[in-house]
């Protein structure tokens, strides 16, 4: 027999922003209770949590503190106090993703050793602990070097094409990638569950904002052939197998414009390039992580309609209480689903929501997609 559903389970989310949002949205249906740990007192986990802790997700005590009331803990970006996270574990928490993922996650250098030892394709690198060490590799450029640590969405990344610009680099510990020529980026989202099942989503296909270094659209499914398709699920899949992780993996890959298949990095969470699966797949990525984490069987991955997730980014120039223009217009279109995410103030290219259009060819989606990014404007009063 079945017990009865999960309102007597203590859950908490390390994080309190828009994935962690959608992820409440979708724990309210499994009857779990949640409390959310995040330092920003207007985050937009806010006011829709049961339970709101603001404080800092990067201090050990803090962490502890709000752990230790919980049975189930999970996280909604992986810049997380993960001393705190191992030690709340000994003391019988459930922590999904795993400490021990999220340690390896927030290391570039250590996610690209891990990926060689278990052959995982991937781009060369060499690691660096300083700038000065980058005359080694004077012969290989171009290079992206990366930081090892606390780089999100393209911040901590930068370009290097030949020596002459190492005054551009980054004199920390650090990554210096080969530059690959990629064709496409794409993105598999993996669930594993405690029972070690795992199930993949279609892969999808991301388009990034040059200047912003932002998803701007992402197109599912993505246009590739079967085997591509194939083959970028097996690798996924052999990530997710190879970490053992608990809960939803995203993993980015580029698709080289020889063909081959490269995994660029992982996020042990539901991720910017799974939003459509709320309109365009049987299951959401957030209820899958839920299904994932809690134990339960994984729903299926299946799309039920081809469809276009837009970012609505804050428009440049403009900074204040955030203003949204052309919602009229844009939701008076077939097929539109608008997502806010609750932030009271906009800046130039802050995630401020999205859009997913649903159609019937991915082609009618990306066309309205394209008008709805022209129609919606944010910006500020
Ligand atoms: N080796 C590479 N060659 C070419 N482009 C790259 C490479 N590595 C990263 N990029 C580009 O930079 C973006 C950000 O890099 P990524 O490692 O994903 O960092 P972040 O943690 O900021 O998302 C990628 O989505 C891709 O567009
Ligand atoms: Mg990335």
Not at 28 to 46: G, I, K, Y
Not at 67 to 89: K, M, P, S
Not at 136 to 165: C, H, I, T, W
């Amino acid at each position: 027999m079945s017990k009865a559903f999960y309102d007597t389970l203590r859950f908490g989310i390390l994080g309190g922003g828009q994935l962690g949002r959608m992820l409440l949205q979708k724990a309210a249906d499994f009857n779990v209770t949640n409390c959310v740990l995040d330092p920003d007192p207007e985050a937009p986990c806010r006011f829709i949590a049961d339970e709101f802790v603001c404080g800092s997700f990067r201090d050990f005590d803090t962490v502890i503190n709000f752990g230790r009331n919980l049975d189930l803990l999970t996280i909604e970006i992986e810049h997380v106090n993960v001393d705190a996270l191992e030690q709340l574990e000994k003391e019988g928490v459930k922590v999904y993703p795993q400490s021990k993922v999220i340690r390896l996650v927030q290391d570039k250098g250590l996610q690209k050793i891990f990926y060689r030892t278990h052959g995982i394709p991937t781009a060369e690198f060499h690691l660096l602990d300083s700038i000065a060490h980058i005359e080694k590799y004077a012969s290989q450029f171009p290079f992206m070097q990366k930081l090892r640590k606390g780089g999100y969405d393209g911040k901590g990344v930068v370009r290097l094409e030949s020596s002459n610009e190492i005054n551009k680099g980054f004199d920390e510990p650090s990554i210096l990638e080969k530059l690959v020529d990629f064709e496409k980026e794409l993105s598999v989202l993996v669930a594993r569950n405690s029972q070690g099942e795992c199930s993949a989503f279609p892969v999808v296909e991301m388009e990034f904002n040059a200047e912003a270094n932002l998803v701007e659209y992402l197109f599912s499914p993505a246009l590739i052939s079967a085997d591509q398709e194939k083959k970028a699920i097996q690798i996924a899949t052999h990530v997710a197998q190879s970490i053992q992780v608990v809960g939803l993996l995203a993993v980015e890959m580029f698709l080289t414009r020889s063909g081959e298949i490269l995994v660029n990095e992982i996020a042990p969470r539901p991720h910017n390039s799974g939003h459509q699966t709320i309109e365009g797949n049987v299951t959401s990525q957030y209820e899958q992580h839920l299904r994932a984490i809690l134990g339960l069987p994984l729903g299926s991955t299946q799309i039920t309609k081809p469809s276009v997730m837009v970012n609505l980014l804050g428009e440049k120039g403009y900074t204040g209480h955030a203003l949204y223009e052309g919602l009229q217009e844009a939701l008076a279109i077939d097929g539109v689903h608008l997502h806010l995410y609750g932030k009271k103030i906009t800046k130039p290219f802050r995630k401020m929501g999205h859009v997913t259009v649903t159609a019937d060819t991915l082609e009618e989606a990306k066309l309205k997609a394209i008008r709805v990014n022209k129609m919606i404007r944010v910006i500020a009063s």
